[in-house]
Every structure is written in C-alpha cells, then in structure tokens.
Nanobody
Framework: QLQLVESGGGLVQPGGSLRLSCAAS????????IAWYRQAPGKELEGVSC???????????KYIDPVKGRFTISRDTAKSTVYLQMNSLEHDDTAVYYC???????????????????WGQGTQVTVSP
C-alpha cells in the first residue's frame, strides 16, 4: 500500500495562496492517479482535483467547479511529488485536505472515492482574516 504524506497546509487570509504537496514514502507516484479531497467541518468528504498518472505527453487534470481557475494540480516527476497550488483562497476552502491515489491504465482521472487505494493523513487549511 502506497504511503502518502501531505504538507503545506496552514492559516491564510482570504485572497491568499497555499501550495499543498503530496509525496510517497518509499514509492514513486508516477504510476498512480493522484487526487485531492477535502472535508470541511460538518460536511462530507469531497473530491477537489485529480491528475492522471505519468507516462503520456500531457497529464489529464480535473477540478470541481468551485475551485476552477483558482487551484492548479501538477506533477514534478523528478521529485515524485504532486502539488495543489491554491490561489484566491476563500473561507469556504477551509477544510482538511487529503491526498489520495489509485491506479488505472487509462490516461485520465476521476474523483470517485471507491477508486482510492491509499490516503494520506491530511493537512489542515484554514482561511480566515
């Protein structure tokens, strides 16, 4: 089982930015779809963004509507790390953010909890004045 480690969470003012990182312990992330999920207080876990596995010229990415244009997911294959750059943060982005992974032979990704094989421990993002 892939062990995922998130980092980069913290407290930020509305309009600010954070970059979350997801790395694997002892394995490369290159062969896995990586997704970011979040859970806000009192709310259900929701998928935020995902990126297809490495191996093609272009990575397929997906975002939920509330974060489109503000969040960017990317891979650094040299560091075997996936990032979630979060700009123009809003109060509603406050949540615990989880990195998740699964494998597929397809060059795409989807935000379906049933696909997830491994989860990180989560990192808190708080957006507050």
């Amino acid at each position: 089982q892939l062990q995922l480690v998130e980092s980069g969470g913290g407290l930020v003012q509305p309009g600010g930015s954070l970059r979350l990182s997801c790395a694997a312990s002892g394995f490369t992330l290159d062969y896995y779809v990586i997704a970011w999920y979040r859970q806000a207080p009192g709310k259900e876990l929701e998928g935020v963004s995902c990126i297809s596995r490495s191996g093609s010229d272009v990575n397929y990415t997906k975002y939920i509507d509330p974060v489109k244009g503000r969040f960017t997911i990317s891979r650094d294959t040299a560091k075997s790390t996936v990032y979630l750059q979060m700009n123009s943060l809003e109060h509603d982005d406050t949540a615990v953010y989880y990195c998740a992974s699964y494998w597929t032979y397809l060059n795409d990704c989807r935000l379906n909890r049933a696909d997830v094989m491994s989860w990180g421990q989560g990192t808190q993002v708080t957006v507050s004045p």
